[in-house]
């Protein structure tokens, strides 16, 4: 571990031990440990199987059928993940009472899969790991929606209203789920700590969070590998892997 590296972690600590409520944010970052690619990266798989907008979606059997095959074969690509340091790192906090919920970006279940229950982890995105039905909300797990594909090449129909079968994520030009985001406003402004893991802060609402939370009064610490858009506003900026810094709290 470099002098560097350790001093920010020791900081970290300290602002940690000093907070009444740390709220936490995660990005891509977090996962990519665990082996789930990012979306900027170059070389991406996501650039080659890219989400479906939303309308689109909606408005076609042959988009949703493309939409379902781009699905699994990125479900495919990390389908063993498990938590990385960074998804244990913040769920030692939680536990610790430190911080009440995570706020994440991501769709990938791995915060629940390091411990964590459904309401400790606020998605803001949505969640890969199930469907939903876009008419009457009804909840299809993907196995079956797989078996269901793969057997007839058409897109499923919810089992209980016939309706769109979609994956349970926030496609682009889908409207941001309302409870997630209420939520997320909520601690953000009782927060005197945010810790944002993980993220390029450049995927807007989601990342107008932490900059409302230090504008609300919080301290602001930013670990991300790369610079950030709000770095120059951040009381600590650490640019190193995020496992290496949040294995430090790893209880």
Same mark, same amino acid.
């Given at each position: 571990?470099?002098?560097?590296?350790?001093?920010?972690?020791?900081?970290?600590?300290?602002?940690?031990?000093?907070?009444?409520?740390?709220?936490?944010?995660?990005?891509?970052?977090?996962?990519?440990?665990?082996?789930?690619?990012?979306?900027?990266?170059?070389?991406?798989?996501?650039?080659?199987?890219?989400?479906?907008?939303?309308?689109?979606?909606?408005?076609?059997?042959?988009?949703?059928?493309?939409?379902? =095959? &781009?699905? #699994?074969?990125?479900?495919?690509?990390?389908?063993?993940?498990?938590?990385?340091? !960074?998804? $244990?790192?913040? /769920?030692?906090?939680?536990?610790?009472?430190?911080?009440?919920?995570?706020?994440?970006?991501?769709?990938?279940?791995?915060?629940?899969?390091?411990?964590?229950?459904?309401?400790?982890?606020?998605?803001?995105?949505?969640?890969?790991?199930?469907?939903?039905?876009?008419?009457?909300?009804?909840?299809?797990?993907?196995?079956?929606? =797989? &078996?269901? #594909?793969?057997?007839?090449?058409?897109?499923?129909?919810?089992?209980?209203?016939? !309706?769109? $079968?979609?994956? /349970?994520?926030?496609?682009?030009?889908?409207?941001?789920?309302?409870?997630?985001?209420?939520?997320?406003?909520?601690?953000?402004?009782?927060?005197?700590?945010?810790?944002?893991?993980?993220?390029?802060?450049?995927?807007?609402?989601?990342?107008?969070?932490?900059?409302?939370?230090?504008?609300?009064?919080?301290?602001?610490?930013?670990?991300?590998?790369?610079?950030?858009?709000?770095?120059?506003?951040?009381?600590?900026?650490?640019?190193?892997?995020?496992?290496?810094?949040?294995?430090?709290?790893?209880?």
């Amino acid at each position: 571990m470099t002098e560097n590296l350790a001093a920010s972690i020791a900081t970290l600590q300290e602002m940690i031990q000093e907070a009444r409520i740390v709220a936490g944010f995660t990005g891509a970052g977090i996962s990519t440990e665990s082996g789930v690619p990012d979306f900027r990266s170059p070389g991406s798989p996501w650039m080659s199987n890219k989400p479906i907008p939303f309308e689109h979606f909606v408005q076609s059997v042959e988009a949703r059928r493309e939409a379902w =095959r &781009r699905k #699994f074969v990125m479900d495919d690509l990390y389908r063993d993940a498990k938590p990385s340091r !960074g998804h $244990l790192g913040i /769920a030692s906090l939680i536990a610790s009472g430190r911080m009440p919920s995570v706020i994440t970006q991501n769709i990938d279940g791995l915060h629940q899969a390091s411990g964590l229950s459904e309401e400790q982890v606020i998605e803001l995105h949505g969640n890969g790991t199930y469907a939903k039905c876009l008419s009457c909300g009804r909840r299809h797990e993907l196995d079956w929606v =797989r &078996r269901h #594909f793969e057997a007839s090449g058409d897109p499923p129909e919810c089992i209980h209203c016939g !309706g769109i $079968l979609k994956s /349970a994520t926030i496609s682009f030009g889908q409207a941001m789920p309302e409870e997630p985001m209420r939520r997320a406003q909520k601690l953000m402004a009782v927060c005197d700590l945010c810790l944002v893991v993980g993220s390029s802060l450049v995927v807007y609402p989601a990342a107008a969070f932490p900059a409302f939370a230090k504008e609300n009064g919080a301290r602001l610490v930013i670990v991300n590998r790369e610079p950030t858009p709000l770095d120059e506003m951040a009381d600590l900026v650490v640019h190193e892997e995020i496992g290496s810094v949040l294995s430090a709290f790893v209880s």
